[in-house]
């Protein structure tokens, strides 16, 4: 137990050393923790005595350093301010001496002015900028409106009318006048070429051929004309732009169409127009518009585009403003041919007319483009679709005039009459357009292509036609020359109708039934022309029961009548001789038609005369004075029979 205690004693003692140890320890720490504080404080006042100390001097420095940077700015500033007045001048100085000597140098001065009114504009604080703005301002109208003389000047002196003969060159060969010189007011080809131009022209493939508008304004002007208006654009002188441009190059237009022909008429002038002028009129016209819409309007066109670039739809605004009074010289004369009193001949030239318009309707479309060209647009679309009515309208017309021809003179000699003629060349002549008619009929029959409808009128004029012959068909005393009238007549149209592309279009039925309608009427006159002389050369009557009566060889002429058969024999060559008087005055004019009907008559005559003088020729041959009765042999009277149809007087034959 002691020396438990002993040990629990020891560790006590050691404990209380430890921790006064321990105590002493931290006493020392916080001194030396007391004294550092002391140093710490004592050093933070002398640093605030210091900055205190030091202040002013900052605040001198600091200051000193920004008047520093704002004196550096405000040299800047005035350095700026100073090099736009200098600008200013140099600018000034050019634009006083004008564009004519150094255009290009103008248009910077310009541009330079432009840039000094902005700057002072956003820079309104300084005290002379309303002065020099107002300078500025005075001097860009000033200059602008130079710039606009500049430009009217530059445009006119480049603006020439062209010549007909340079408008010709542009042309395809197949359209360039082979004669006649420029401005004619006749034909430019010397001839018709709505009438008798038109299916060549239209199997040359039109369509494909290149034509070359002409250069209107040198190349070279035009990128300095697009500047001078650009500038009258930024300026806002828009109108004055327009006004300028319109009022030359559109007086520049009409004199180039005025030097090719083109003349203002009314619609007046063209009714008071003698047919054969107002056709070689219209001919013109087509060539006209052909020219102008595809060279000179092009050509326009191509100026408007290049010199109003990126000017928004001033460029077409100036071009229809430049075209519109030359396009409606030329529709207004259209619309005075589509107005005017219809009539058969006035077709072709419609459909001439309408051909025309419909092959410049694309480039009508693609030139004419944008709003301000709308009206001539409509102006030239409103054209076609007159010209097409009056056509339809011409064509019906024409169907109505026919059947109801009331030409009273007949042909005397039954040939062909000039209204059969004159339908069938007609006809023939449409067939020239008959991919312009089914258009036409298309146009104004839904769902039709036009072949039909076109057929279906070609029939109807020819049946108007057949009508109107078998009427004056009448007007003969001679049912004869009734029957060789319309053989001849039915013959031509059938002949013309073969030969001509209205076989496809009629067909071959209707061909076979009307030859069998010729072949009708030539029996018909043979049967009324020579059925009583026939009876002359028969048997029939010749028998007497009284008077004197020859027995003939082997009792073929027992019991005739010698005064009978010199009575046929008399009156057969009355007939004859009256025959051949009258008939050789008459006219078959188809040669192998004439021939056919000569060798029909002969088969039937020859025999029979032949047979007659055989049989009877001897009563009358063992009597006084034969020749009186057989004046003729039947060579004498083929011979004869070759001078019928040939529409002439002959002599009488020798008796």
Excluded at 90 to 108: F, N, T, V, W
Excluded at 216 to 236: N, Y
Excluded at 413 to 434: A, C, E, M, R, W
Aim: net charge neutral.
């Amino acid at each position: 137990m002691g020396v438990v205690a002993a040990g629990a004693a020891m560790v006590g003692d050691s404990l209380s050393v430890r921790a006064a140890m321990m105590r002493e320890s931290l006493q020392k720490s916080q001194t030396i923790t007391d004294d550092v504080v002391s140093i710490l404080g004592s050093f933070d006042h002398r640093l605030s005595a210091l900055e205190t100390a030091m202040r002013p001097t900052q605040i001198r420095t600091h200051s000193i350093r920004k008047a520093h940077e704002n004196i550096d700015r405000t040299l800047k500033a005035a350095e700026v301010i100073l090099a736009q007045f200098d600008l200013s001048r140099q600018a000034e100085a050019k634009i006083l001496r004008g564009p004519h000597e150094d255009l290009e140098s103008y248009l910077e001065a310009i541009d330079q002015l432009r840039r000094n009114i902005r700057f002072f504009s956003s820079n309104k604080g300084l005290k002379s900028s309303d002065g020099v703005l107002a300078h500025a301002n005075s001097l860009l109208s000033k200059a602008i409106s130079k710039l606009e003389d500049e430009f009217k000047q530059l445009l006119k002196s480049y603006s020439k009318p062209v010549e007909p003969e340079r408008l010709f060159d542009c042309l395809p060969n197949s359209l360039r006048p082979s004669s006649g010189s420029p401005g004619n007011q006749g034909d430019l080809n010397g001839k018709n070429p709505s009438s008798n131009n038109h299916h060549e022209h239209h199997n040359s493939n039109l369509e494909n051929a290149v034509y070359t508008p002409p250069t209107l304004i040198p190349p070279r002007v035009l990128p300095l004309l697009h500047d001078l208006a650009q500038q009258m654009f930024q300026a806002g002188h828009q109108q004055q732009l327009l006004l300028i441009y319109r009022d030359t190059r559109s007086s520049v237009l009409e004199e180039s169409l005025h030097k090719l022909g083109v003349e203002k008429l009314s619609k007046d002038d063209v009714q008071k127009m003698q047919w054969e002028i107002l056709e070689a009129k219209i001919g013109n016209w087509i060539h006209y518009m052909r020219i102008a819409v595809k060279l000179l309007f092009a050509g326009e066109r191509k100026v408007c585009d290049q010199m109003f670039e990126g000017f928004d739809s001033l460029g077409d605004q100036c071009f229809a403003e430049v075209t519109r009074s030359s396009v409606l010289v030329l529709l207004s004369f259209g619309e005075a041919i589509a107005n005017s009193k219809r009539s058969p001949e006035k077709l072709f030239v419609l459909l001439d007319m309408y051909e025309i318009m419909r092959e410049l309707h694309s480039e009508i479309e693609t030139i004419f483009v944008g709003k301000a060209c709308a009206e001539i647009r409509e102006s030239a679309s409103s054209l076609t679709k007159r010209l097409a009515q009056t056509a339809k309208k011409t064509f019906g017309d024409f169907e109505e005039a026919v059947e109801r021809d009331a030409t009273k003179t007949a042909v005397s000699d039954g040939t062909v009459h000039p209204l059969t003629s004159y339908v069938i060349n007609y006809v023939k002549f449409l067939f020239d357009y008959q991919s312009t008619l089914k258009q036409l009929f298309k146009e104004f029959e839904n769902g039709d292509e036009g072949g039909s409808q076109l057929a279906s009128v070609t029939m109807q004029i020819m049946q108007a036609l057949q009508t109107n012959l078998d009427g004056k068909s009448k007007q003969y005393r001679d049912p004869a020359l009734t029957h060789l009238f319309l053989m001849n007549n039915i013959h031509y149209m059938v002949r013309s109708v073969r030969r001509s592309e209205a076989k496809d279009l009629l067909g071959d039925d209707w061909v076979q039934r009307h030859r069998r309608i010729v072949q009708q009427h030539a029996n018909q006159y043979k049967r009324n022309g020579w059925g009583k002389i026939l009876q002359y050369l028969t048997i029939q009557g010749l028998s007497s029961s009284g008077g004197s009566s020859v027995a003939g060889d082997g009792g073929n002429s027992s019991g005739v009548s010698r005064a009978i058969v010199k009575d046929r024999f008399k009156t057969f060559n009355m007939q004859f001789e009256e025959l051949h008087q009258k008939q050789s005055q008459w006219t078959v004019p188809d040669t192998e038609l004439r021939e056919s009907l000569r060798l029909a008559v002969a088969e039937v005559l020859l025999p029979a005369y032949r047979s007659f003088i055989k049989r009877y020729g001897p009563l009358v041959e063992n009597g006084k004075n034969p020749q009186k009765y057989i004046r003729y042999t039947a060579e004498d009277l083929e011979r004869m029979l070759g001078e019928f149809f040939e529409g002439k007087n002959v002599n009488e034959p020798k008796r």
